[in-house]
């Protein structure tokens, strides 16, 4: 057990402990997780470490206009009503979206949500003017948000939504802003003191937060949904970016829930009792490719694809004991929207070499590349293996390929700088999974002219027009079908030119003591902890 493990551990017994001083008998019990993220998520309601921070420490505390319907596990899920009970494209002008409020919604703090609260919690994002403006949330969710361009109050419990043309995406990205409230903010005097009080409508709410080592959260009594009123009494989050440490902390019993343990630990687990948990779902760990700026050869396609060819992914697949899917493309082959690209992607060593010698790359003259990497992370799976494994193979056909390797967060400052940073110039890939499972972040957010870095996260830099007019479409088609064919035409143009370098789809490995119990698994990155409780 490292130093820092047994440091934590201690502070985690302590705080057990006093728990149970306090209540002699738990009914639903305590929930201790181990994250992969290397420190506790900020609090404010826009957290960061990527997709981890909004799953622990966004949708537990908060809650948003929508949510989905992640108490199934058969199919993707789709949006929901939340603190909106309703929501619809204006008639009068489709470039914008109603969200009629719940009426029966408070703050952990008592006071009211409504429509000034929806309006307050938009300008503290995106209203430089605004007292509540916060920079960090901007940075850290405003990407999310690309296509919201207008808000107005209709009345005390209706607010608009909109862009500046139709956009039928705008539900899709509002399912992120989660609602802060304005009067604890105002009476905790600012975003300082409310990251360590945070205050938001959501099941849980924060009673302890210890950089580095844990989050308190209580059940919110409360709770406007009572189907989702938490069973838990508890839950503490800890940060575990190692696997070995998150494997040993729960055949210790000092964790009874893990994110993406070892996989080489599998078998041992699940000797020991432990509920081994995974379903795949939309969402891809790959390389986003510099195809612009100075120093990267990656504009050529014929590089591109030998990248893709050269790529084992079933070898990558056996290093994880099974807990991955091999990439065919973007997304999943059983998407509606992966279509039939023409750019077959699988292993061609042949075929790569072929490729590079073409574009003047072989054995005497091998190409050169740097990729930037973490060692854990939000969705990073097992980031150091794996990149050693593609590392090796891309070396058999005449790439030398080597690492930068940052820490999570700094990792994701750069992608928000974006392909033309002078910091760039010395890489020429991003390894940074990510959620492929609505049209804007599976598609517009990666490949549009218009989400160029800061605005966006299309730091490979791909700007094709003919892409463009098609993600343009999809935008203002609002049939469903419709616009599931058109999202298979952009998947098949995306992947006929190998934009990125896809290696493995996840597919969320969990590992639960046996104790715990409730816990069904979406077919998403973001899960729901309400239903879960520990047997006695």
Not at 112 to 130: C, G, P, Q, R, Y
Not at 156 to 172: H, Q
Not at 178 to 186: A, E, L, N, T
Not at 401 to 407: A, M, N, P, R, Y
């Amino acid at each position: 057990m490292t130093t820092y493990f047994k440091r934590m551990a201690a502070g985690i017994g302590l705080a057990v402990a006093v728990s149970a001083a306090a209540t002699a008998a738990q009914a639903g019990g305590t929930l201790t997780l181990g994250m992969t993220a290397s420190d506790i998520p900020t609090a404010t309601g826009a957290p960061n470490q990527g997709g981890e921070g909004i799953r622990w420490m966004g949708f537990t505390i908060y809650d948003s206009l929508l949510y989905w319907n992640l108490n199934q596990s058969k199919t993707i899920p789709v949006l929901v009503p939340a603190l909106s009970n309703k929501y619809y494209l204006n008639p009068k002008n489709n470039k914008e979206w109603i969200f009629e409020l719940r009426k029966d919604v408070t703050f952990h703090d008592g006071s009211k949500f409504t429509a000034d609260a929806v309006i307050w919690n938009l300008d503290k994002i995106f209203k430089e003017s605004a007292p509540q403006y916060d920079l960090t949330q901007r940075r850290a969710v405003a990407w999310r948000l690309a296509g919201i361009k207008t808000w107005r109050k209709i009345d005390d419990y209706t607010v608009a939504i909109g862009d500046k043309s139709p956009n039928s995406l705008i539900p899709e990205q509002i399912v992120y802003l989660h609602m802060s409230s304005p009067k604890h903010w105002k009476d905790v005097g600012g975003w300082k003191e409310f990251a360590k009080h945070p205050s938001g409508t959501g099941p849980f709410k924060v009673v302890e937060i210890v950089p580095h080592e844990r989050a308190v959260l209580v059940r919110n009594d409360k709770y406007w949904d009572k189907k989702r009123t938490p069973k838990l009494d508890k839950l503490i989050l800890l940060p575990m970016p190692e696997a070995s440490t998150r494997t040993a902390a729960i055949l210790s019993g000092q964790a009874n829930f893990i994110e993406a343990p070892a996989p080489d630990a599998i078998p041992r687990l699940k000797a020991a009792g432990m509920q081994i948990i995974t379903n795949p779902y939309p969402h891809i760990w790959p390389y986003l490719l510099r195809e612009v700026g100075e120093n990267t050869p990656l504009g050529d396609i014929r590089i591109r694809k030998a990248l893709n060819l050269a790529i084992d992914r079933d070898a990558v697949v056996r290093l994880l004991n099974g807990l991955a899917v091999p990439a065919k493309g973007h997304v999943l082959p059983d998407s509606p929207w992966f279509g039939h690209p023409k750019f077959d992607i699988k292993y061609d060593p042949e075929q790569a070499k072929a490729l590079l010698k073409e574009a003047g790359y072989g054995p005497g003259k091998p190409l050169k590349l740097t990729f930037m990497i973490s060692p854990s992370g939000s969705g990073q799976m097992q980031p150091l293996p794996m990149n050693e494994l593609v590392q090796q193979q891309l070396k058999k056909v005449n790439v030398d390929l080597s690492f930068e390797v940052t820490e999570w967060q700094a990792l994701r400052a750069q992608r928000g700088k974006g392909p033309l940073d002078e910091k760039a110039k010395s890489i020429q890939g991003l390894n940074n999974s990510m959620g492929t499972y609505d049209p804007y972040s599976a598609f517009e957010r990666f490949f549009s002219c218009d989400l160029l870095p800061p605005k966006g996260l299309n730091w490979a830099g791909v700007c094709d027009k003919t892409l463009q007019a098609m993600l343009e479409k999809v935008k203002v088609t609002f049939d469903h079908k419709e616009q599931d064919a058109l999202l298979a035409k952009v998947h098949e143009y995306v992947v006929d030119h190998a934009y990125w370098l896809w290696v493995v789809h996840d597919v969320n490995p969990r590992a639960l003591r046996p104790e715990v119990k409730g816990f069904t698994q979406a077919k998403s990155w973001y899960q729901d902890l309400t239903q879960i409780y520990i047997q006695k």
